[in-house]
């Protein structure tokens, strides 16, 4: 595998596309098995194609340059790999193939569209997914070297269980166990990828109680279904602590082995999705939950869940669900002292409005901000209008210069390494308005986050703490998941996303898996979620008052 992505990544026959990476690869395992040393399979991969360069080595010697990732001691430091062999890899490295632009990833044996959803996919192909997502993590994912330091070893037990697996959905684990080593928010709906996802995840029946999820018990929010909440004596407030024995904090970490986020808080914030229902360890209808009540008595409570079959039951959460989404869409801050935007409603502000008078349309609406004591950026969401921060808050606010964070893109003559974007990059990541009016606000600015603050949004507030250097930002973690997506083409129509560039602030403090700088971290408790409290509109209120 560490071979063929070498060669695949860099061989000029192969990463030109010439030469279809794929069957290579196809072609080669079947000749190959425990016993084949390395030297074999280095020859096997690199025979038939043109190994004597004519062209000048590769130069690159870019100034600022992430590299940290880029590691080929498993060939260089190989005692078993022959002197000429090693020659050879550092051969096809110094005349590696320069891309134009970023290449994408593609599947193109056609056998693969004719799998069965419940096939067990041959080795071949199974090993080929492995090796995909193994070449992915080595040369694609700029954060690689924040993962764990066994990530190798715990991916050479994986491909050992892979070889050995008899069924789809038990390969199905082995992916998702890979991805989630990741710990990428922006990899954690490769869940929904899986076709077992209801039988490995345990979704088969929902609770009749909504939750939040902390890091050791469950917190009962709402009554879905009251009858059978009564009958097993579970209340709104109440503690759930073990499900069938097993304890919540016991749960969490199995489901941190199959769901990819880069930090706890934001896996704890995604699997309390009532509608996600990912949290339950086993398929039973009943289940035995442990409860501590709001008066911190223990007791034992056989619930029965949920089943879809029910019309009635299914009539009620559906309804449940699009209220629920309905009621957090209509959030707002409505204050007289506050101007408040919300990062994925922003467009509304655009309605009714000709694009020639957009301009003097926006000039009004942050003039009359600017008349408030405060402005309120609730970034809690994904932006619906990238123009909003990048354009119009920079348009109006912001100095000229306003490189707020540095953006590392792939080397393309160097994949696997980073480097920053290049001048006649900027007006795609920083805005830039020449002889542009600046007017400054001195009133109290606050950016409101949370895990939801994801990727746009991560970068917008990024943009805005810039712009607005009095600002505070208060919430909570955000997701730790900055820049593009990039997507990863598997065997059998799977596609994995992930963030495929790396984003730093502008001392090169680490964005991935840390988030957004935050002044006030606000933490909920059990009774703040009960009573339905706005801990963020509380804090701006006393900063007001």
């Not at 990476?21 to 084949?36: H, P, Q, R």
């Not at 309390?272 to 949290?279: F, G, K, T």
């Not at 932006?383 to 893109?409: L, R, T």
């Not at 957004?516 to 008052?545: A, G, P, W």
């Amino acid at each position: 595998m560490k071979t063929w992505n070498f060669i695949k990544y860099y061989h000029p026959d192969v990463a030109s596309g010439k030469k279809d990476a794929d069957s290579l690869f196809l072609m080669t395992i079947g000749k190959v098995n425990e016993k084949t040393d390395e030297n074999t399979i280095i020859n096997l991969l690199s025979t038939n194609l043109k190994n004597k360069f004519s062209s000048a080595p590769v130069i690159d010697h870019p100034k600022d340059v992430l590299s940290v990732n880029q590691d080929f001691r498993w060939y260089q430091n190989n005692k078993k790999v022959s002197s000429e062999n090693k020659t050879l890899l550092n051969n096809i490295y110094s005349h590696r193939f320069i891309a134009e632009n970023e290449q994408k990833e593609k599947v193109s044996d056609s056998k693969i569209e004719k799998f069965k959803k419940d096939e067990n996919l041959p080795l071949a192909y199974r090993l080929l997914a492995l090796a995909k997502l193994q070449g992915a993590i080595d040369y694609l994912y700029p954060h690689k070297y924040l993962m764990n330091k066994n990530a190798e070893a715990y991916f050479s037990d994986l491909t050992d269980q892979t070889i050995s697996c008899t069924s789809r959905k038990d390969f199905e684990i082995i992916l998702a166990k890979i991805v989630s080593k990741m710990e990428d928010t922006h990899s954690f709906r490769f869940y929904d990828q899986l076709n077992y996802k209801n039988e490995i995840f345990h979704r088969s029946y929902f609770p009749p109680f909504d939750y939040v999820i902390f890091d050791d018990h469950l917190l009962v929010t709402y009554l879905l279904l009251p009858e059978i909440c009564s009958k097993a004596n579970i209340h709104v407030g109440d503690r759930i602590t073990e499900v069938n024995g097993k304890s919540i904090r016991q749960i969490i970490k199995e489901k941190k082995e199959l769901l990819s986020a880069s930090n706890s808080e934001t896996l704890l914030y995604l699997i309390s999705d009532y509608q996600r229902n990912l949290i339950w360890p086993d398929d039973q209808l009943r289940k035995d939950l442990k409860v501590v009540s709001k008066d911190h008595k223990t007791y034992q409570a056989d619930t029965e869940f949920i089943n879809f079959t029910d019309k009635q039951q299914l009539a009620i959460v559906t309804e449940y669900i699009q209220n629920k989404i309905r009621l957090k869409q209509q959030y707002k801050i409505d204050h007289k002292d506050i101007a408040y935007f919300k990062i994925n409603d922003v467009f509304a502000l655009t309605k009714n409005i000709p694009d020639d008078k957009l301009d003097d349309h926006m000039d009004a609406v942050f003039k009359e901000a600017s008349s408030k004591r405060a402005i309120v950026f609730d970034m809690r969401g994904y932006p619906d209008w990238g123009g909003f921060v990048f354009h119009y808050v920079y348009k109006y606010f912001s100095p000229v210069e306003n490189h707020f964070g540095k953006y590392y893109k792939p080397n393309v003559k160097n994949t696997g390494t980073y480097i920053p974007i290049s001048y006649k990059d900027f007006g795609t990541y920083y805005s830039d308005i020449k002889n542009k009016t600046v007017h400054p606000y001195k009133g109290k600015v606050f950016m409101i986050v949370n895990p939801e603050t994801l990727s746009m949004s991560e970068w917008n507030t990024m943009n805005l703490q810039n712009v607005f250097p009095q600002a505070k930002t208060i919430g909570q973690r955000t997701a730790g998941a900055d820049g593009d997506i990039r997507t990863l083409k598997l065997p059998a129509g799977y596609n994995l996303e992930f963030t495929g560039n790396g984003i730093f602030y502008y001392d090169n403090s680490q964005t991935q898996k840390v988030g957004v700088r935050i002044n006030e971290f606000i933490k909920y408790s059990d009774d703040d979620i009960i009573q339905q409290r706005d801990l963020e509109l509380e804090t701006v209120l006393k900063v007001l008052n």
